[in-house]
């Protein structure tokens, strides 16, 4: 079935209804889509406090608990992905203790 809602979070997921937002913001004086999770409300306090910090630093490129500063493709990287309508990724390097990983997070650092 096509997707015709104006609200991407009303997508065709099989059957549940994802919970993220979106925003724009600037890395590296290009501009970014971000996409990330609503933090729920019945959340653990370990994953809200995670879920908060990685929106932080998803919308400012730095990590307000830890300093980490996002890392972008080059500019040639990026140009290169643009030519044929790929996306780059944007990566975070924190701190082993940094408070954006909640204890299930750790296997991914």
């Known amino acids: 079935m096509p997707h015709n809602s104006s609200d991407p979070r009303d997508a065709n997921t099989g059957g549940h209804k994802e919970n993220f937002d979106i925003s724009v ?3 590296d004086g290009e501009y970014a889509l ?3 999770p609503v933090v729920p409300d ?3 306090a370990d994953v809200k406090n995670a879920l908060a910090v990685r929106r932080l630093a998803n919308l400012h490129g730095v990590c ?3 300093g980490a500063a996002v890392t ?3 500019r040639a990287q990026r140009r290169a992905a643009a030519r044929v309508g ?3 990724p944007a ?3 924190h701190e082993d203790d ?7 997070d750790r296997r991914w650092s």
């Open 25 to 27: 913001t600037r890395f």
């Open 34 to 36: 971000v996409i990330q």
């Open 42 to 44: 019945d959340a653990a």
């Open 64 to 66: 307000p608990a830890c």
């Open 72 to 74: 972008m493709p080059n």
């Open 86 to 88: 790929r996306t780059v």
């Open 91 to 93: 990566v975070f390097r």
């Open 98 to 104: 940094c408070i954006a990983f909640c204890d299930g």
